[in-house]
């Protein structure tokens, strides 16, 4: 008897040809219908969520991931609002990239196709079933959804309004599949179906793209793990570094683009710990922070641990370290980085370009929080993921790099000679 992997599998492949082939209006026609669909049905999509909420809680989950499987009313606005984003987008299929004329009278040209199916595993947040459902309808690819058990309910849901908005556009509905069986051998199952799939994309902690990553023979794009930094250079203003500390830290820890460390240059530590400390006490951030950074800080601050360093925390928990120059902040960031998002504070603009130059982030920032890594704040819309690896895709994943190319030629009789 087939499993649910490989009949879903088969179905988003058979689904995929015609969606590749759909025309911009009528792929938009569908994103109409979803954003309208999950303002209308937002009640019933909550009362899922509650469900999916009410067991989380029981099984004791931390406060951050409660947070992550949590849908409001405003955040639900939220992925109707990402929707239309996508819908006002140019469609990235069928766009011509390169043409040229060769001397033998054949002509080329270069045009971007979808990929196929692509396989999205994630955790926790019910908002990626929308992100990637939309973003891959938008490029012609179609969609198999595997989300963790924690939020069956909403992920359900959720792709049962997405489903029945494609199939009144005239698409097919298996363009967007979930498989709604949690057991986790399928996900393994799923990974090496290389005739039906044809990129895995993870997104959740650590241990999920490890696994992914680990047991795939599909190609795979590694997203998420943010161990992100910000470095308080001495030349920083510190009232703006507060301010960009406390956003980074604070106003979602969950986020894959939550500062976990920040690094002080030891002329500016003493001061910039009497500003801070008492903002992240009132916020409720554990501050773990290496002798120099304690003293400056007062009372009620831990001592970091080497593994602290390396440690994504989603929650209200972040380590700080001093440093004597820049050089000691590159090398830090060098040994300790996933490579996701870092930023420095400074009114140097020599040491700005070279922190802009020397990080091999993502994304690297002067002057800003690192929470701005993110699709929708990069005018993407929604995003399917955050790549930290350097093939094929980098950073905010939208439209663009949901495709490929390939290559039409048009030739008059012309054989190889």
């Not at 599909?218 to 030349?235: A, L, Q, W």
Request: charged fraction near 25%; hydrophobic fraction near 45%.
């Amino acid at each position: 008897m087939e499993s649910e992997a490989v009949r879903k599998a088969r179905a988003a492949r058979q689904a995929s040809y015609a969606l590749a082939n759909a025309d911009t209006t009528v792929k938009n026609n569908a994103l109409t219908y979803i954003a309208d669909d999950l303002l209308a049905q937002a009640s019933s999509i909550m009362e899922a969520n509650a469900a999916d909420v009410a067991a989380a809680r029981e099984k004791g989950m931390s406060d951050a991931m409660i947070d992550r499987l949590t849908l409001t009313p405003d955040r639900i606005r939220g992925m109707a609002e990402g929707v239309r984003q996508v819908i006002a987008l140019p469609d990235p299929v069928g766009q011509t990239l390169a043409s040229w004329d060769r001397p033998n009278g054949l002509h080329i040209d270069k045009v971007t196709v979808p990929l196929g199916v692509i396989a999205i595993i994630f955790e926790s947040r019910p908002n990626v079933t929308v992100d990637a459902a939309v973003l891959c309808l938008k490029s012609g690819n179609a969609t198999v959804l595997r989300g963790g058990s924690e939020a069956i309910h909403s992920n359900v849901a959720l792709a049962g309004v997405i489903r029945h908005a494609i199939a009144r556009a005239g698409l097919p509905s298996d363009a967007v599949t979930i498989m709604e069986n949690t057991d986790r051998a399928l996900v393994g199952e799923l990974l090496t179906l290389r005739q039906y799939i044809n990129l895995a994309i993870p997104r959740g902690g650590a241990g999920l793209i490890r696994m992914v990553v680990d047991t795939a023979k599909v190609p795979v794009i590694e997203t998420g793990s943010g161990v992100c930094h910000v470095y308080v250079d001495k030349d920083a203003d510190l009232d703006m570094a507060v301010s960009i500390i406390e956003n980074a830290k604070v106003s979602r820890p969950s986020t894959c683009n939550a500062m976990e460390t920040l690094l002080v240059h030891k002329d500016v530590v003493q001061p910039l710990m009497e500003k801070l400390v008492p903002v992240l006490k009132a916020r409720h951030v554990e501050m773990r922070a290496d002798t120099a950074a304690r003293e400056a800080g007062g009372t009620g601050i831990e001592m970091a641990s080497e593994e602290d360093w390396r440690t994504e925390y989603n929650a209200l928990i972040m380590s700080i370290r001093t440093v004597s120059s820049l050089d000691e902040a590159l090398d830090h960031i060098r040994r300790y980085s996933t490579h996701h998002s870092e930023t420095i504070v400074t009114e140097n603009t020599d040491t700005a370009e070279r922190f802009l130059q020397e990080v091999d982030s993502a994304a690297v920032y002067v002057n800003a929080s690192t929470r701005f890594t993110d699709g929708f704040e990069f005018g993407f819309g929604a995003e399917i993921g955050i790549s930290t690896q350097k093939l094929h895709a980098r950073g905010p994943m939208g439209l663009e790099a949901l495709v490929s190319y390939k290559y039409l030629i048009h030739g008059k009789g012309q054989i190889r000679q």
